[in-house]
C-alpha cells in the first residue's frame, strides 16, 4: 500500500465524519474514541481499506438513522 492511498482513504473518512457530524471536533473525538461497534478506535480501523469501509458503512447508517 503506498502512502498516497492511505493518505486519501484517511482524508475520505474524515471527510464523510465531519459531514456527518457537521462539526469538525465531533468528527475528530468521533474517530479517535473507540466504538463499540467497529471494537477499536474508528481512526485505527481505517488504516485498511476494508477497516474504513467499516467505519464508512457506520458512518452512512448514522447519517440516515438506520440501525447500525
Keep these: 500500500m503506498s502512502q498516497s492511498e492511505r ?3 484517511l482524508a475520505r ?3 464523510l465524519a465531519e459531514d456527518v457530524w ?4 465531533d468528527a475528530r473525538r468521533f474517530l479517535t474514541t473507540p466504538h463499540a ?3 477499536e478506535r ?3 480501523l481505517a488504516q485498511t481499506e476494508l477497516g474504513a469501509r467499516r467505519v464508512e458503512d457506520l458512518l452512512w447508517r448514522l447519517e ?3 440501525p447500525a
Design 22 to 25: 457537521e462539526s469538525r471536533d
Design 7 to 9: 493518505l486519501e482513504r
Design 13 to 15: 473518512v474524515m471527510a
Design 37 to 39: 461497534l467497529l471494537g
Design 64 to 66: 440516515y438513522s438506520l
Design 42 to 44: 474508528p481512526l485505527d
